[in-house]
């Protein structure tokens, strides 16, 4: 605990503490389902509007570009109004963003739904991030957001299942205003719920902590490797159905196999934020990253029942990095200045993602499939040099 949370009575903290993480996690789950709720219309939407290809793509990367771009907005606002407000204001723009759809009749009126969609889920991860690492101090805010990086699969596992229900009983369009409408109800929630912390506080821990012991070199260091990490999960995941279509596997077998990375993932990010409090960010990084190294490597000349037989394992090293790499930003950064840091990172992390598959397609025209999955284990390894950067510094905040 810092300081300034030990002056409180101990209930008051834990209480706080448990509203931010309700608050957090269940803004984290509600958002990244709106997000992916998308995947589970698109081929609705392709064929009711006739879509060409890259009309459908169009649809993911307006969603996908608005939020990117606008969470350092989002961040500024949250510092200037706060937390509470933003958050709320952001999960019920989110929410009328789907309720809207209810009356869209062209593709140019549900881009611009996914637009209104994107601007509301822009303010998630920077301040829901924020929250959890102000209410968890020290090596407990990387457990706290573990879980809270776990939420959010929860929530892509859920909601878009839900959609993909519904839509068989109802029209996609009232679908999607239903899901909508539950956006107020938890924005609602998150303006009753989220603790209200104090200013002073926030002063109290930047001067205690140094003004942010890691200094900026080391949360720069922390920005390249998750950007490495970022471009090579969504490198894989790319090129991993195409890998295993020439093995041999049918579309219900890639789709299997899909969610076999994905059932992973989702525990790595949880299990991993526990083995980084334990064994430390750095040990776990290199283990992460070199079993995701070691695993892209070994499908390569895996038969298929073998390497479906893998992918659990790929998922959980391959996702698990991410919940250790968030939960070092609050030792490396000043806690006045996380907010504001959380945006930048997760920027660059789905700017980084969604780059990566152009890129590594580029790639894969030049030399092929196989030695472009080479190259990906090749780069996820350079974080590992990388995270020794910030070694010192994670252990003088771990300290602190």
């Given at each position: 605990m810092t300081a300034a949370a030990e002056r409180a009575p101990a209930s008051d903290v834990r209480s706080e503490e448990r509203r931010a993480m309700g608050v957090a996690c269940g803004a984290h789950a509600?958002?990244?389902?709106?997000?992916?709720?998308?995947?589970?219309?698109?081929?609705?939407?392709?064929?009711?509007?006739?879509?060409?290809?890259a009309a459908v793509g169009a649809l993911r990367g307006v969603l996908a570009g608005t939020m990117a771009s606008f969470q350092i907005p989002s961040s500024m606002l949250g510092e200037r109004f706060g937390t509470p407000l933003v958050l709320a204001c952001g999960t019920a723009l989110a929410g009328l963003g789907y309720c809207l759809a209810f009356f869209t009749g062209s593709f140019p009126a549900l881009l611009a739904v996914l637009v209104v969609v994107g601007l509301g889920a822009s303010t998630q991860h920077p301040l829901a991030s924020s929250l959890v690492a102000h209410a968890y101090s020290g090596p407990r805010s990387l457990k706290a957001l573990g879980t809270y990086n776990f939420a959010g699969d929860l929530g892509k596992m859920a909601i878009p299942a839900t959609g993909a229900l519904l839509v068989t009983m109802l029209p996609w369009r009232t679908t999607l205003a239903l899901i909508g409408a539950l956006g107020f109800v938890v924005a609602l929630a998150v303006w009753i719920v989220t603790p209200r912390f104090r200013s002073e506080i926030a002063r109290a821990?930047?001067?205690?902590?140094?003004?942010?012991?890691?200094?900026?070199?080391?949360?720069?260091?922390?920005?390249?490797?998750?950007?490495?990490?970022?471009?090579?999960?969504?490198?894989?995941?790319?090129?991993?159905?195409?890998?295993?279509?020439?093995?041999?596997?049918?579309l219900p077998t890639i789709g299997l196999a899909l969610t076999l990375?994905?059932?992973?993932?989702?525990?790595?990010?949880?299990?991993?934020?526990?083995?980084?409090?334990?064994?430390?960010?750095?040990?776990?990084?290199?283990?992460?990253?070199?079993?995701?190294?070691?695993?892209?490597?070994?499908?390569?000349?895996?038969?298929?029942?073998?390497?479906?037989?893998?992918?659990?394992?790929?998922?959980?090293?391959?996702?698990?990095?991410?919940?250790?790499?968030?939960?070092?930003?609050?030792?490396?950064?000043?806690?006045?200045?996380?907010?504001?840091?959380?945006?930048?990172?997760?920027?660059?992390?789905?700017?980084?993602?969604?780059?990566?598959?152009?890129?590594?397609?580029?790639?894969?025209?030049?030399?092929?499939?196989?030695?472009?999955?080479?190259?990906?284990?090749?780069?996820?390894?350079?974080?590992?040099?990388?995270?020794?950067?910030?070694?010192?510094?994670?252990?003088?905040?771990?300290?602190?």
């Open positions: 509600l958002h990244d389902g709106y997000t992916d709720l998308v995947t589970a219309m698109l081929a609705i939407w392709q064929a009711e509007f006739s879509l060409s290809y821990e930047s001067h205690e902590a140094g003004g942010g012991l890691g200094g900026p070199g080391g949360f720069y260091a922390l920005l390249a490797i998750d950007v490495i990490d970022s471009a090579t999960r969504m490198g894989l995941l790319t090129f991993l159905p195409l890998l295993l279509a020439g093995k041999g596997a049918t990375v994905f059932v992973g993932g989702a525990v790595g990010k949880l299990v991993c934020a526990w083995i980084g409090a334990r064994i430390g960010v750095v040990a776990t990084v290199w283990l992460t990253e070199g079993l995701t190294a070691l695993g892209i490597v070994a499908l390569l000349p895996l038969p298929l029942d073998l390497a479906m037989l893998l992918l659990p394992l790929i998922g959980i090293a391959l996702n698990g990095t991410s919940s250790v790499l968030y939960g070092s930003v609050p030792l490396l950064v000043a806690p006045e200045a996380r907010t504001r840091a959380f945006s930048i990172f997760y920027t660059l992390g789905i700017g980084s993602g969604a780059v990566a598959p152009i890129l590594y397609g580029l790639i894969g025209d030049a030399i092929g499939l196989p030695l472009t999955l080479m190259v990906i284990a090749a780069a996820v390894l350079v974080t590992l040099p990388l995270v020794l950067v910030i070694r010192g510094r994670l252990a003088a905040a771990s300290a602190a």
